[in-house]
T-cell receptor, first 114, second 113 residues
């Protein structure tokens, strides 16, 4: 059962425009969320995170929004650049569990068109 | 500082064989986790080790096992390989603080033929 879902397998955006990647989750115990970016033949790299006590976190061109009531988070990239083309995974951490088990979505492949 | 190192990068095995993958975490990191990535399934959690003890285990059959050594290096073993085990296996390390996320290695691409 997929507890973290990324329903858009792919997204194409023109350079300079906004990219919005979405993620939904089902487990209300999730209290920490992260976004990772993955290039082919490389491991995922950490991008940005947000705690459930916040509804927004910004880091440069990247902003993550969390809507707890809707169990939804989104990643905004403004402006989008060709180097942002990659697969983006959202991940959630179960606050009630021991250890560091992150639940990942299936990823969204972003293509930024020059 | 050096990142997470996984060896080998690529591996081809035959059905029924067993395989051992290795992961060296970032120096000072005591938590090592393993994930399996397959197309359409995203990253599926296998297990996490912290200070040589398995702290969490995902929903994988007993053919998948792991261990962690005193220097925090970890190995993952898959016995009686099946075609469906073909995947990218990723190792990630963290300091153990649950809110700092992971640093991933580049992975081992396992192909079972």
């Amino acid at each position: 059962d997929q507890q973290v879902k990324q329903n858009s397998p792919s997204l194409s955006v023109q350079e300079g425009r906004i990219s919005i990647l979405n993620c939904d989750y089902t487990n209300s115990m999730f209290d920490y969320f992260l976004w990772y970016k993955k290039y082919p033949a490389e491991g995922p790299t950490f991008l940005i995170s947000i705690s459930s006590i916040k509804d927004k976190n910004e880091d440069g061109r990247f902003t993550v929004f969390l809507n707890k009531s809707a169990k939804h988070l989104s990643l905004h990239i403004v402006p989008s650049q060709p180097g942002d083309s990659a697969v983006y995974f959202c991940a959630a951490l179960d606050g009630g569990a021991a250890g560091n088990q992150f639940y990942f979505g299936t990823g969204t492949s972003l293509t930024v068109i020059p | 500082k050096a990142g997470v190192t996984q060896t080998p990068r690529y591996l081809i095995k035959t059905r029924g064989q067993q395989v051992t993958l290795s992961c060296s975490p970032i120096s000072g990191h005591r938590s090592v986790s393993w994930y399996q990535q397959t197309p359409g399934q995203g990253l599926q959690f296998l297990f996490e080790y912290f200070s040589e003890t398995q702290r969490n285990k995902g929903n994988f059959p007993g053919r998948f096992s792991g261990r962690q050594f005193s220097n925090s290096r970890s190995e993952m073993n898959v016995s009686t390989l099946e075609l469906g085990d073909s995947a990218l296996y990723l190792c990630a390390s963290s300091s153990g603080n649950r809110h700092y996320g992971y640093t991933f290695g580049s992975g081992t691409r396992l192909t079972v033929v």
